[in-house]
């Protein structure tokens, strides 16, 4: 089968193989590059619906990409459930993989192959460069918020400083006491003077 016609995969899938039900999927869904990923295979009898254990030794499982060759992997049975079996890998590029099982349970030759999607892990990952571009354009409204606040805090403060110009525009009322004030000053020295002429003019007729 050419891996490159494989169609989307689905995250466990079912087949019956010499009499054995086959459900084959993963540990975690989806299967992402760059992340230890454990492939499960579970085993059933048929007839009985029984798992079947022990077969660890007798399973090959291995991975194949696009146009490359079979890798095979190290298969174990999961501990405290029997009938079930896990191979780790690592994938590291995305796209269509297919996984061969091949070997023999309780004596019967089998061989099959399964289909499994490994998605990019950049397209699952948050915040990615977009994310952050978007972050940073979504954060400088808040400046823009503070010029425009600040802008009218300047505003505000030139305001109240107009207030206060204005309240110490009463100034010059003040100054038109202090000139009258001054004005009655030079009345009384006027006065004055003249009162001083005066005695000095009777005291001149006197002698």
Known sequence: MAVGAAGPA????????EGYDLTFG??????????RTRLTLEILDNETDEPVDGQAGTLQVS?????????PL???????????YEAAVVFTEPG?????????LD??????????????????EYPGDADETDDDGTESAPD????????????????????E???????????????????GADVGVAAAVIAAVLVVGALRLRR
């Open 107 to 124: 004596g019967t030759e089998i061989h099959t192959h399964f289909e499994k999607e490994v998605h990019d892990r950049a397209d699952l």
């Open 74 to 84: 190290n298969v174990s049975e999961r501990h405290g459930e029997p009938g079930v």
């Open 165 to 183: 110009n204005d309240v110490r525009g009463d100034g010059p009322d003040d100054g038109t006491d202090r000139a009258g004030l001054l004005a």
């Open 10 to 17: 689905l995250a466990h899938e079912e087949q019956t193989v």
């Open 63 to 71: 991975v194949q990409g696009a146009g490359g060759e079979k890798t």
């Open 26 to 35: 993963a540990a975690d869904e989806p299967v992402i590059t760059d992340e």
């Open 96 to 104: 269509q993989y297919v996984v061969h099982v091949e070997g023999s």
């Open 144 to 163: 823009g918020d503070d010029g425009t606040e600040s802008a009218a805090g300047s505003e505000g403060e030139s305001g109240t400083d107009g207030n």
